[in-house]
Protein backbone atom coordinates (compact mmCIF):
# COMPACT_ATOMS: atom_id res chain seq x y z
CA UNK A 1 0.00 0.00 0.00
CA UNK A 2 1.36 3.21 -0.93
CA UNK A 3 0.93 5.05 2.34
CA UNK A 4 2.59 8.54 0.83
CA UNK A 5 -0.82 9.12 -1.02
CA UNK A 6 -3.14 11.35 -0.30
CA UNK A 7 -0.45 13.20 1.17
CA UNK A 8 2.40 12.75 -1.49
CA UNK A 9 1.99 15.52 -4.27
CA UNK A 10 0.00 18.14 -2.19
CA UNK A 11 0.54 21.71 -2.50
CA UNK A 12 1.07 23.25 0.85
CA UNK A 13 -0.82 26.43 1.63
CA UNK A 14 -1.36 27.99 4.93
CA UNK A 15 -5.21 29.06 4.06
CA UNK A 16 -8.03 26.17 4.97
CA UNK A 17 -8.74 23.81 1.86
CA UNK A 18 -12.36 23.88 0.29
CA UNK A 19 -13.65 20.30 0.63
CA UNK A 20 -12.56 18.01 -1.83
CA UNK A 21 -15.04 15.42 -3.63
CA UNK A 22 -13.92 12.50 -5.47
CA UNK A 23 -16.27 10.85 -7.41
CA UNK A 24 -15.41 7.68 -9.04
CA UNK A 25 -16.91 5.32 -12.35
CA UNK A 26 -17.06 1.69 -13.03
CA UNK A 27 -14.99 1.13 -15.87
CA UNK A 28 -16.38 -1.01 -18.75
CA UNK A 29 -14.81 -4.73 -17.57
CA UNK A 30 -11.97 -6.47 -19.68
CA UNK A 31 -12.64 -10.08 -20.85
CA UNK A 32 -10.27 -12.09 -22.43
CA UNK A 33 -9.82 -13.35 -25.74
CA UNK A 34 -11.59 -16.42 -26.99
CA UNK A 35 -8.78 -18.01 -29.51
CA UNK A 36 -7.92 -21.52 -28.69
CA UNK A 37 -4.08 -19.28 -27.66
CA UNK A 38 -5.99 -17.52 -24.88
CA UNK A 39 -8.30 -20.10 -23.60
CA UNK A 40 -5.38 -22.12 -22.95
CA UNK A 41 -2.75 -19.87 -21.66
CA UNK A 42 -5.90 -18.20 -19.33
CA UNK A 43 -7.87 -21.82 -18.60
CA UNK A 44 -5.64 -24.75 -18.70
CA UNK A 45 -2.56 -23.48 -17.62
CA UNK A 46 -3.36 -21.01 -14.96
CA UNK A 47 -6.56 -22.13 -13.44
CA UNK A 48 -6.81 -24.94 -11.15
CA UNK A 49 -10.91 -25.68 -11.86
CA UNK A 50 -10.37 -25.84 -15.86
CA UNK A 51 -7.12 -27.59 -15.54
CA UNK A 52 -8.73 -30.46 -13.81
CA UNK A 53 -11.82 -30.52 -15.64
CA UNK A 54 -10.17 -30.94 -19.10
CA UNK A 55 -8.17 -33.38 -17.53
CA UNK A 56 -11.12 -35.45 -16.18
CA UNK A 57 -13.13 -35.47 -19.69
CA UNK A 58 -9.87 -35.86 -21.72
CA UNK A 59 -8.41 -38.99 -19.39
CA UNK A 60 -11.90 -40.32 -18.95
CA UNK A 61 -12.55 -40.38 -22.42
CA UNK A 62 -9.57 -41.81 -23.37
CA UNK A 63 -9.89 -44.82 -20.98
CA UNK A 64 -13.22 -45.63 -22.94
CA UNK A 65 -11.55 -49.09 -25.51
CA UNK A 66 -12.23 -48.27 -29.17
CA UNK A 67 -12.40 -51.76 -30.88
CA UNK A 68 -13.36 -52.79 -34.33
CA UNK A 69 -12.56 -55.84 -36.04
CA UNK A 70 -10.28 -54.27 -39.02
CA UNK A 71 -6.79 -55.83 -38.12
CA UNK A 72 -5.04 -52.97 -39.71
CA UNK A 73 -7.60 -50.12 -38.06
CA UNK A 74 -6.80 -51.79 -34.75
CA UNK A 75 -3.42 -52.05 -35.01
CA UNK A 76 -3.60 -47.95 -35.77
CA UNK A 77 -5.10 -47.64 -32.41
CA UNK A 78 -3.30 -49.73 -29.84
CA UNK A 79 0.05 -47.90 -31.17
CA UNK A 80 -0.94 -44.91 -33.44
CA UNK A 81 2.51 -43.45 -33.72
CA UNK A 82 6.05 -44.60 -32.84
CA UNK A 83 6.61 -45.13 -28.98
CA UNK A 84 3.07 -44.02 -28.53
CA UNK A 85 0.34 -46.14 -26.72
CA UNK A 86 -3.40 -45.24 -28.22
CA UNK A 87 -4.69 -43.94 -25.04
CA UNK A 88 -2.20 -41.32 -24.56
CA UNK A 89 -2.68 -40.50 -28.22
CA UNK A 90 -6.26 -40.20 -27.44
CA UNK A 91 -5.85 -38.42 -24.31
CA UNK A 92 -4.14 -35.52 -26.66
CA UNK A 93 -6.86 -35.12 -29.00
CA UNK A 94 -9.34 -34.90 -26.52
CA UNK A 95 -7.80 -32.19 -24.73
CA UNK A 96 -7.23 -29.91 -28.34
CA UNK A 97 -11.15 -30.41 -29.00
CA UNK A 98 -11.78 -29.20 -25.00
CA UNK A 99 -9.78 -26.47 -25.25
CA UNK A 100 -9.80 -25.19 -29.02
CA UNK A 101 -13.22 -26.64 -30.07
CA UNK A 102 -11.08 -28.37 -33.09
CA UNK A 103 -8.32 -31.47 -32.98
CA UNK A 104 -6.61 -32.09 -35.65
CA UNK A 105 -5.22 -36.02 -36.89
CA UNK A 106 -2.63 -36.28 -39.79
CA UNK A 107 -2.50 -39.75 -41.41
CA UNK A 108 1.03 -40.45 -42.45
CA UNK A 109 1.45 -42.48 -45.40
CA UNK A 110 4.54 -44.20 -47.09
CA UNK A 111 4.86 -44.01 -50.64
CA UNK A 112 4.14 -46.86 -52.89
CA UNK A 113 2.52 -48.32 -49.58
CA UNK A 114 -1.18 -48.84 -49.01
CA UNK A 115 -2.83 -47.80 -45.83
CA UNK A 116 -1.44 -45.79 -42.97
CA UNK A 117 1.80 -45.92 -41.17
CA UNK A 118 1.47 -43.19 -38.39
CA UNK A 119 -1.73 -40.97 -36.73
CA UNK A 120 -0.20 -37.75 -35.56
CA UNK A 121 -1.91 -34.81 -33.76
CA UNK A 122 -1.48 -31.60 -35.11
CA UNK A 123 -1.88 -28.48 -32.65
CA UNK A 124 -5.26 -26.92 -33.58
CA UNK A 125 -3.19 -23.02 -33.35
CA UNK A 126 -1.06 -24.55 -35.97
CA UNK A 127 -3.59 -25.41 -38.23
CA UNK A 128 -5.85 -23.24 -40.77
CA UNK A 129 -8.55 -24.04 -43.50
CA UNK A 130 -7.93 -23.31 -46.69
CA UNK A 131 -11.50 -22.93 -48.66
CA UNK A 132 -12.06 -22.68 -52.31
CA UNK A 133 -15.38 -19.95 -53.22
CA UNK A 134 -17.60 -21.79 -52.14
CA UNK A 135 -16.54 -22.24 -48.42
CA UNK A 136 -15.68 -25.74 -48.65
CA UNK A 137 -12.10 -26.95 -47.08
CA UNK A 138 -10.10 -27.86 -49.99
CA UNK A 139 -6.54 -27.96 -47.84
CA UNK A 140 -5.05 -27.20 -44.69
CA UNK A 141 -2.01 -25.51 -44.20
CA UNK A 142 0.03 -26.36 -40.92
CA UNK A 143 2.26 -24.19 -39.77
CA UNK A 144 6.04 -25.18 -39.31
CA UNK A 145 9.18 -23.50 -38.31
CA UNK A 146 9.91 -22.76 -41.55
CA UNK A 147 7.05 -21.78 -43.72
CA UNK A 148 3.79 -23.54 -43.66
CA UNK A 149 3.21 -26.86 -45.31
CA UNK A 150 -0.24 -27.65 -47.51
CA UNK A 151 -1.82 -30.80 -46.79
CA UNK A 152 -4.73 -30.93 -49.82
CA UNK A 153 -7.20 -33.88 -50.67
CA UNK A 154 -6.37 -36.34 -52.97
CA UNK A 155 -7.70 -36.77 -56.11
CA UNK A 156 -11.02 -38.90 -54.72
CA UNK A 157 -12.28 -36.15 -51.90
CA UNK A 158 -10.55 -37.92 -49.16
CA UNK A 159 -8.50 -35.44 -46.69
CA UNK A 160 -5.33 -37.20 -45.18
CA UNK A 161 -6.76 -34.77 -42.02
CA UNK A 162 -9.01 -35.72 -39.99
CA UNK A 163 -10.83 -32.65 -38.33
CA UNK A 164 -13.20 -33.05 -35.03
CA UNK A 165 -14.73 -30.34 -34.44
CA UNK A 166 -17.47 -29.27 -31.46
CA UNK A 167 -20.44 -27.07 -33.57
CA UNK A 168 -20.27 -23.57 -33.72
CA UNK A 169 -23.47 -21.93 -34.91
CA UNK A 170 -21.35 -18.92 -35.95
CA UNK A 171 -18.54 -20.44 -38.10
CA UNK A 172 -19.41 -23.60 -40.70
CA UNK A 173 -15.78 -24.80 -40.44
CA UNK A 174 -13.97 -24.55 -37.06
CA UNK A 175 -15.52 -25.42 -33.64
CA UNK A 176 -16.16 -24.00 -30.60
CA UNK A 177 -14.56 -24.26 -27.18
CA UNK A 178 -16.21 -24.83 -24.73
CA UNK A 179 -14.39 -22.27 -22.51
CA UNK A 180 -15.55 -19.76 -24.90
CA UNK A 181 -18.59 -20.27 -23.41
CA UNK A 182 -17.19 -19.83 -19.98
CA UNK A 183 -15.12 -16.90 -20.86
CA UNK A 184 -16.60 -14.58 -18.52
CA UNK A 185 -16.39 -16.82 -15.40
CA UNK A 186 -13.24 -17.84 -16.49
CA UNK A 187 -11.70 -14.52 -16.12
CA UNK A 188 -14.05 -13.67 -12.84
CA UNK A 189 -12.30 -16.77 -11.24
CA UNK A 190 -8.60 -15.59 -12.45
CA UNK A 191 -9.26 -11.81 -11.33
CA UNK A 192 -10.23 -12.80 -7.83
CA UNK A 193 -7.30 -14.72 -7.28
CA UNK A 194 -5.41 -11.75 -8.55
CA UNK A 195 -7.16 -9.44 -6.29
CA UNK A 196 -6.52 -12.31 -3.35
CA UNK A 197 -2.42 -12.09 -3.80
CA UNK A 198 -2.52 -8.08 -3.76
CA UNK A 199 -4.65 -7.59 -1.14
CA UNK A 200 -2.19 -10.56 0.95
CA UNK A 201 0.69 -8.37 -0.14
CA UNK A 202 -1.12 -5.39 0.87
CA UNK A 203 -1.22 -6.12 4.69
CA UNK A 204 -4.82 -8.44 3.63
CA UNK A 205 -6.34 -4.36 4.42
CA UNK A 206 -8.26 -2.81 1.47
CA UNK A 207 -7.39 0.45 0.12
CA UNK A 208 -8.43 3.68 2.33
CA UNK A 209 -7.77 7.25 2.64
CA UNK A 210 -6.18 9.46 6.28
CA UNK A 211 -8.72 12.27 6.63
CA UNK A 212 -7.51 15.04 8.90
CA UNK A 213 -10.69 16.30 10.70
CA UNK A 214 -8.53 19.38 12.57
CA UNK A 215 -9.70 22.07 9.96
CA UNK A 216 -7.40 23.38 7.47
CA UNK A 217 -4.18 21.41 6.56
CA UNK A 218 -1.55 19.49 8.98
CA UNK A 219 1.59 21.19 9.12
CA UNK A 220 5.10 20.38 7.27
CA UNK A 221 6.18 18.93 9.95
CA UNK A 222 3.73 16.37 11.59
CA UNK A 223 2.39 15.76 7.50
CA UNK A 224 6.34 14.50 7.15
CA UNK A 225 6.55 12.59 10.20
CA UNK A 226 3.28 10.78 9.51
CA UNK A 227 4.22 9.73 6.11
CA UNK A 228 7.63 8.51 7.16
CA UNK A 229 6.01 6.54 10.19
CA UNK A 230 3.19 5.11 7.68
CA UNK A 231 5.78 3.70 5.33
CA UNK A 232 8.26 2.70 7.70
CA UNK A 233 6.20 0.65 10.43
CA UNK A 234 2.50 -0.32 8.63
CA UNK A 235 3.64 -0.69 5.19
CA UNK A 236 4.34 -4.32 3.47
CA UNK A 237 3.16 -8.09 4.65
CA UNK A 238 5.43 -8.23 7.03
CA UNK A 239 3.35 -5.25 9.43
CA UNK A 240 0.01 -6.91 8.50
CA UNK A 241 -2.42 -7.24 11.34
CA UNK A 242 -0.39 -3.99 13.10
CA UNK A 243 -2.90 -2.11 14.97
CA UNK A 244 -3.04 2.39 13.61
CA UNK A 245 -2.70 4.69 16.09
CA UNK A 246 -4.04 7.78 15.18
CA UNK A 247 -4.46 11.42 17.12
CA UNK A 248 -4.52 14.64 15.91
CA UNK A 249 -8.08 14.59 14.62
CA UNK A 250 -7.00 11.68 11.94
CA UNK A 251 -9.50 9.39 10.80
CA UNK A 252 -9.32 6.10 8.75
CA UNK A 253 -11.70 5.29 5.75
CA UNK A 254 -12.01 2.72 3.58
CA UNK A 255 -12.08 3.55 -0.05
CA UNK A 256 -13.14 -0.19 -1.06
CA UNK A 257 -15.10 -2.87 -0.10
CA UNK A 258 -14.09 -5.55 2.18
CA UNK A 259 -13.85 -9.70 0.99
CA UNK A 260 -16.77 -9.92 3.47
CA UNK A 261 -18.50 -7.17 1.60
CA UNK A 262 -17.83 -8.35 -1.39
CA UNK A 263 -19.18 -12.08 -0.44
CA UNK A 264 -15.30 -13.18 -2.15
CA UNK A 265 -15.59 -16.73 -1.74
CA UNK A 266 -19.28 -17.14 -3.08
CA UNK A 267 -18.37 -15.30 -6.21
CA UNK A 268 -15.15 -17.69 -6.70
CA UNK A 269 -17.64 -20.84 -5.89
CA UNK A 270 -20.05 -19.37 -8.53
CA UNK A 271 -17.50 -18.99 -11.49
CA UNK A 272 -15.88 -22.20 -10.30
CA UNK A 273 -19.36 -24.12 -11.05
CA UNK A 274 -19.87 -22.53 -14.50
CA UNK A 275 -16.70 -23.26 -15.75
CA UNK A 276 -17.28 -27.17 -14.51
CA UNK A 277 -20.52 -26.63 -16.34
CA UNK A 278 -18.82 -25.62 -19.37
CA UNK A 279 -16.91 -28.63 -19.63
CA UNK A 280 -19.28 -31.28 -18.78
CA UNK A 281 -18.39 -31.92 -15.06
CA UNK A 282 -20.39 -32.29 -11.95
CA UNK A 283 -19.08 -29.84 -9.46
CA UNK A 284 -19.82 -32.06 -6.80
CA UNK A 285 -16.86 -34.29 -8.36
CA UNK A 286 -14.51 -30.94 -7.85
CA UNK A 287 -15.54 -30.85 -4.37
CA UNK A 288 -16.98 -27.25 -5.14
CA UNK A 289 -19.54 -26.30 -2.14
CA UNK A 290 -23.24 -25.31 -2.89
CA UNK A 291 -23.99 -27.85 -5.65
CA UNK A 292 -26.85 -29.95 -4.52
CA UNK A 293 -27.89 -31.60 -7.79
CA UNK A 294 -26.82 -34.70 -7.45
CA UNK A 295 -27.80 -36.76 -4.07
CA UNK A 296 -24.90 -38.71 -4.16
CA UNK A 297 -21.17 -39.20 -5.44
CA UNK A 298 -21.93 -42.11 -7.47
CA UNK A 299 -25.27 -40.21 -9.14
CA UNK A 300 -22.99 -37.52 -9.87
CA UNK A 301 -20.22 -39.83 -11.57
CA UNK A 302 -22.48 -41.69 -13.74
CA UNK A 303 -23.85 -38.77 -15.27
CA UNK A 304 -20.77 -37.22 -15.85
CA UNK A 305 -19.73 -40.28 -17.81
CA UNK A 306 -23.63 -40.87 -19.39
CA UNK A 307 -23.43 -37.02 -20.58
CA UNK A 308 -19.63 -35.86 -20.98
CA UNK A 309 -17.64 -38.69 -21.50
CA UNK A 310 -19.61 -41.39 -23.31
CA UNK A 311 -20.60 -38.84 -26.18
CA UNK A 312 -16.70 -37.71 -26.95
CA UNK A 313 -15.73 -41.37 -27.15
CA UNK A 314 -19.05 -42.05 -29.07
CA UNK A 315 -17.98 -39.40 -31.41
CA UNK A 316 -14.27 -39.97 -32.16
CA UNK A 317 -15.35 -43.26 -32.85
CA UNK A 318 -17.94 -42.86 -35.60
CA UNK A 319 -15.26 -40.34 -37.32
CA UNK A 320 -12.80 -42.60 -37.11
CA UNK A 321 -14.96 -45.61 -38.74
CA UNK A 322 -16.18 -42.60 -41.86
CA UNK A 323 -12.63 -41.76 -41.92
CA UNK A 324 -10.11 -44.75 -42.02
CA UNK A 325 -12.69 -46.78 -45.05
CA UNK A 326 -11.04 -45.25 -47.60
CA UNK A 327 -7.10 -45.54 -46.97
CA UNK A 328 -7.62 -49.04 -45.41
CA UNK A 329 -9.77 -50.48 -48.03
CA UNK A 330 -12.05 -51.94 -46.62
CA UNK A 331 -15.56 -51.07 -44.29
CA UNK A 332 -14.37 -50.15 -40.92
CA UNK A 333 -16.27 -49.70 -37.73
CA UNK A 334 -14.90 -48.28 -34.71
CA UNK A 335 -17.14 -48.42 -31.62
CA UNK A 336 -16.78 -48.03 -27.94
CA UNK A 337 -16.90 -51.27 -25.69
CA UNK A 338 -18.49 -49.73 -22.71
CA UNK A 339 -18.55 -53.25 -21.21
CA UNK A 340 -15.39 -52.33 -20.45
CA UNK A 341 -15.63 -49.32 -18.54
CA UNK A 342 -15.71 -50.02 -14.99
CA UNK A 343 -17.37 -46.68 -14.04
CA UNK A 344 -20.78 -48.12 -15.83
CA UNK A 345 -20.45 -51.46 -14.47
CA UNK A 346 -23.56 -50.30 -11.85
CA UNK A 347 -26.05 -49.97 -14.69
CA UNK A 348 -24.62 -53.16 -16.55
CA UNK A 349 -25.44 -55.40 -12.95
CA UNK A 350 -28.86 -53.76 -13.20
CA UNK A 351 -29.94 -54.21 -16.75
CA UNK A 352 -28.30 -58.42 -16.72
CA UNK A 353 -30.61 -58.57 -13.56
CA UNK A 354 -33.52 -57.45 -15.35
CA UNK A 355 -32.58 -59.70 -18.20
CA UNK A 356 -32.33 -62.61 -15.78
CA UNK A 357 -35.76 -61.92 -14.32
CA UNK A 358 -37.57 -61.51 -17.94
CA UNK A 359 -39.13 -64.98 -18.41
CA UNK A 360 -40.62 -64.36 -21.35
CA UNK A 361 -38.05 -63.41 -23.28
CA UNK A 362 -36.32 -66.28 -24.89
CA UNK A 363 -32.15 -66.33 -24.65
CA UNK A 364 -31.36 -64.99 -28.23
CA UNK A 365 -33.72 -62.28 -27.40
CA UNK A 366 -32.10 -61.39 -23.77
CA UNK A 367 -28.61 -60.94 -25.71
CA UNK A 368 -29.70 -58.53 -28.30
CA UNK A 369 -31.21 -56.64 -25.74
CA UNK A 370 -27.98 -56.83 -24.00
CA UNK A 371 -26.24 -55.73 -26.95
CA UNK A 372 -24.60 -59.26 -27.31
CA UNK A 373 -24.19 -61.22 -30.88
CA UNK A 374 -26.71 -63.90 -31.62
Not at 179 to 185: I, Q, Y
Not at 216 to 237: C, I, M, N, V, W
Request: charged share 25%; with cysteine; aromatic share 8%.
Amino acid sequence: MNWGWPFAGMRRESKAAAPLIALSQLGVAAWGGRDAASLTQDGYLRNAVAYRCVRMVAEAAASVPLVTGHEAAAKLLRAPAPDMAGASFLEGVYTQLQLAGNAFVEAVQIDGRDGIAALFALRPDSVRPVTDARGWVEAWAVRERRGERLIRREATGWSPVLHLRLFNPADDVMGLPPLGAARRALDLHNASADWAKALIDNSAKPSGALVYGGGGRLPDEQFETLKSELEAHYSGAANAGRPLLLEGGLEWRPMSLSPAEMDFQEARNAAAREIALALGVPPMLLGIPGDNTYSNYREANLAFWRMSVLPLAEKMAAALSLWLDEPLGGDVEVRCDVDRVPALSVERDALWARLEGASFATPEEKRAIAGLKP
